[in-house]
């Protein structure tokens, strides 16, 4: 009898529309590798609709909270349900920037300079020299995310407003010019390395994400082999440091521009990347000789508990 996949999606976070593509994808490839799949979209039920239907594997297409910060984690982990991604210690952690941050550092991987403020006291007056960029904690998708410019006499006034809900705290960084990078890890592997580009030549937010054409992505990344190399090291220490599971991939800054630092900085891992087809981590394992239908098949064979 084929292995029976629950496929979780959707949520209520603010990633639910990208959860809901993510879920819808690895649900159909999953059919094409001959397991028998069920499509959830997660409710306040989802306790009893899990304990009901008692799956196989749990293939956790969620992103953003409740599903990337060790809640569904944790659920599932009480109802003995194999599931895919990381663990519940590694996924809260992963998802609370700041923390995040403190051990990728003590692990010798290389991070942003910055602090956490309460957003009134940052919309009152600088918390960093300008530029820098504003962050809620524990969002992804670069939901929330502000550049504040060079030359920028006062701070972003939403901060202060009702339009504001992404916490009362937010982080703070210092701004690294250059390349955006992003490399995978599957199991203990570091991926192929992708620079992404805005195709509207700003910066890499929501919409370059997700819009059709929003973004370009040079796969393999032009750089020269030391710091391709270094990447790659970079995102699996920090892979490890955090205790992540199966698949994450890590997001960082390269600075070569002229007269540049050459910082190169991990801005965070995520533990629950997209997943279509022609999302970062497919592109990147089909670099490495992964179909999509190859990689959910390793990640459903991966799956288990403690993790």
């Known amino acids: ?18 959860s809901l593509n993510s879920g819808a994808a690895c649900a159909q490839a999953l059919e094409g590798e001959g397991f028998r799949v069920t499509r959830l979209d ?21 992103h953003g909270p409740a599903g990337e910060d060790g809640t569904i984690q944790g659920l599932l982990e ?7 991604h990381s663990g519940v210690l590694a996924s809260a952690l992963a998802m609370h920037k700041e923390r995040a941050k403190v ?22 007056s600088h918390p960093l ?34 339009e504001w809900v992404y916490g009362e705290e937010i982080l703070a960084e210092s701004y690294v010019a250059g390349r955006e990078l992003t490399c995978a890890v599957m199991g203990d592997r570091a991926l192929g390395v992708i620079e992404i580009k805005a195709a509207s030549g700003g910066w890499y937010d929501y919409d370059a994400k997700y819009a059709p054409g929003g973004s370009i992505h040079v796969l393999p990344a032009d750089l ?5 190399q270094r990447v790659q090291e970079l995102s699996l220490t920090a892979h490890q440091a955090l205790g992540c599971r199966g698949v994450s991939r890590a997001d960082l800054r390269y600075d070569d521009t002229p007269g540049g630092t050459g910082a190169l900085v991990v801005l965070e891992v995520n533990t629950q990347p997209g997943m279509t087809q022609t999302s970062l981590v497919p592109e990147m394992a089909a670099h490495a000789g992964f179909n999509f239908g190859g990689l959910v098949r390793w990640m459903v064979e991966d799956a288990s508990l403690g993790r």
Do not use: C, W
């Open 1 to 18: 009898m084929p292995k029976h996949v629950a496929v979780l999606m959707g949520g209520t976070s603010s990633e639910r529309e990208v």
């Open 42 to 62: 997660i409710g306040p039920d989802v306790a009893t609709v899990l304990a009901d239907l008692r799956p196989d594997v749990a293939f956790n297409a969620l």
């Open 78 to 84: 009480i109802l003995k349900i194999p599931y895919t």
């Open 103 to 124: 051990v990728m550092a003590a692990a010798g991987v290389s991070v942003p300079e910055g602090r956490v403020v309460n957003r009134h006291d940052a919309a009152k």
């Open 129 to 162: 020299p300008p530029p820098y960029v504003l962050k809620p904690i524990a969002e992804g998708s670069s939901v929330g995310v502000i550049i504040v410019r060079d030359g920028r006499s006062h701070p972003p006034q939403i901060l202060s407003s009702q």
């Open 224 to 228: 020269k082999p030391n710091v391709y």
